[in-house]
């Protein structure tokens, strides 16, 4: 297993009240699979991907990402772990306004340590075109390709997908889930997508289901059909 995830436990503080966001999460992903994290709102979808991906600490347990225990790494070692193994897809984009497509996804290559060719990964999310375009001359679709690129280019082990597509209309929403698919096999990933959509686990290898901070489901799932047959 990439992702080996034991009896882990997380709470906030909100005023003088305790709150348990994940409540003794146990769960495994495997290598190249691409699993979907799917819950309602406060049912700790965001929280759990947070924990993987190093922003944020467990308070319990143990959360083994190839095989190294998270909870066990100083505050600069998750740094090194973000920059070195993680890539983030967020709903918004979270380009940078002033900088052309070519430059964003240029900003996350000098971070890596042995980044991918930033024409090459354009040209496979099919940006090239626009390379010298700013995020406002993008469409939605356009701006998460290279939001998509932008993860990528770092060679990264995860991509971390936090609703990606939330912000887009279905057509374009059916596009980005194809493009992911091409893209675990091309670049040899492991991509986890957090929804509350239902319908996109149907392009899942694995189906985890979050309910009130605890794991309801952890499904393989046996059917899986390809974007462009998702329906919702």
């Known amino acids: 297993m990439l992702i080996e995830i034991e009896n882990m436990d997380k709470s906030f503080i909100t005023g003088k009240e305790s709150f348990k966001a994940l409540k003794n999460v146990s769960l495994s992903i495997d290598k190249g699979e691409i ?12 929280t759990l991907l947070n924990i993987i991906g190093g922003i944020d600490k467990a308070d ?3 959360v083994i990402i190839d095989n190294v225990d998270l909870t ?3 505050d600069s070692k998750l740094t090194q772990y973000r920059r070195n193994s993680i890539g983030f897809i967020f709903q918004f984009y979270n380009l ?25 990964v354009l040209h496979s999310v099919d940006m090239s075109e626009f390379k010298h375009r700013f995020p406002r001359e993008l469409s939605g679709g356009q701006q998460q390709r290279v939001s998509i690129a932008r993860a990528i280019v770092k060679k990264p082990k995860f991509l971390l997908c936090d609703e ?3 912000a887009l209309d279905y057509h374009t929403s059916i596009e980005i889930l194809r493009l992911m698919t091409v893209i675990i096999k091309e670049f040899d990933t492991t ?9 996109i686990s149907t392009i899942a290898n694995r189906i985890i289901k979050l309910r009130s901070g ?7 799932n046996d059917h899986v059909l390809p974007a462009e047959s998702v329906v919702w």
Do not use: F, M, R
């Open 191 to 199: 991509v986890l997508i957090i929804t509350h959509n239902t319908a």
């Open 35 to 46: 699993a979907v994290i799917l819950g309602p709102s406060g049912s700790g979808k965001s």
């Open 72 to 74: 066990q790494l100083s």
């Open 214 to 220: 605890e794991v309801a489901e952890n499904l393989i």
């Open 164 to 166: 990606p597509t939330g």
């Open 96 to 120: 940078i306004p002033n900088l052309t497509v070519y430059e964003n996804v240029e900003v996350a290559a000098n971070i890596s340590k042995d980044p991918l060719d930033i024409d090459e």
């Open 60 to 62: 319990k347990g143990s």
